[in-house]
């Protein structure tokens, strides 16, 4: 159980572009979806945190306008990054929260890998 | 501003050895995780750390935490090859109720073990 998947899993596109990438927990209902973002040989940097149905919670760095988050149902949250550019560019992990007792945990999906040419 | 620091960064060790990584935080925090990761690869859930004294063991790893120093430790007992990877500890703010959860990673500890 617990299962959270990402599409797609490897996608390059050119500068300029937008590209949507989704999150979709498969076997639960996350009460909370989380956007991670991690560059090479680097840790994972929190992005955003997303409820279903309201808006998201940007990191401070990170601009809302550029990484645009939709959180539509409590199995699906989407990333779009819109104007891409080379820096853009990173491996973009998602996670799915649900609180299991006195525990709280996420599941990670299997990571996106954006390269923007 | 929460603060996560692993040590080492960079392990490299013979098959069959002994060793600890360790995980500094800086502030009071709920909740501990250790996670794995292979190269290419997402994130795998190694131990959840719940409270002051909580010691967890799966196979060769053993993960710890101590609450009052603000550490945590992963022991590695007798490594073996298929351990080579990223480990990262990861420490839980309970930020706000509705949300759950906000997770603050180490800089990873890239393990390598050598036959």
């Not at chain 1, 596109?13 to 209902?29: A, H, M, N, P, W």
């Not at chain 1, 997303?50 to 990170?62: D, F, I, L, M, P």
């Not at chain 1, 949250?77 to 996420?106: K, N, W």
Request: glycine share 6%; net charge neutral.
């Amino acid at each position: 159980g617990a299962v959270v998947s990402q599409h797609p899993s490897r996608v390059i596109c050119k500068s300029g572009t937008s590209v949507k990438i989704e999150c979709r927990s498969l076997d639960f209902q996350a009460t909370t979806m989380f956007w991670y973002r991690q560059f090479p040989k680097q840790s994972l940097m929190l992005m955003a945190t997303s409820n279903e149905g309201s808006k998201a919670t940007y990191e401070q760095g990170v601009e809302k306008d550029k990484f645009l988050i939709n959180h539509a149902s409590l199995t699906l949250s989407t990333l779009t990054v819109t104007s891409a550019h080379p820096e853009d560019s990173s491996f973009y992990i998602c996670s799915a929260g649900v609180e299991r007792g006195i525990r709280y945990e996420q599941y990670f999906g299997p990571g996106t890998r954006l390269t923007v040419t | 501003e929460l603060k996560v620091e692993q040590n080492p960064l960079f392990l490299s060790m013979q098959e069959g050895k002994n060793y600890t990584i360790y995980c500094n935080y800086s502030t009071t925090s709920d909740r501990l995780y250790w996670y794995r990761q292979d190269p290419g690869k997402s994130l795998e859930s190694l131990f959840v750390l719940l409270s002051n004294g909580a010691v967890k063991q799966e196979g060769r790893l053993m993960a710890s935490l101590d609450t009052k120093a603000r550490l945590s430790t992963l022991h590695i007992t007798a490594a073996v090859h298929d351990l080579s990877a990223t480990y990262f500890c990861a420490v839980d703010m309970l930020w706000l109720r509705t949300s759950g959860s906000r997770l603050t990673f180490g800089e990873g500890t890239q393990l390598t073990v050598n036959p």
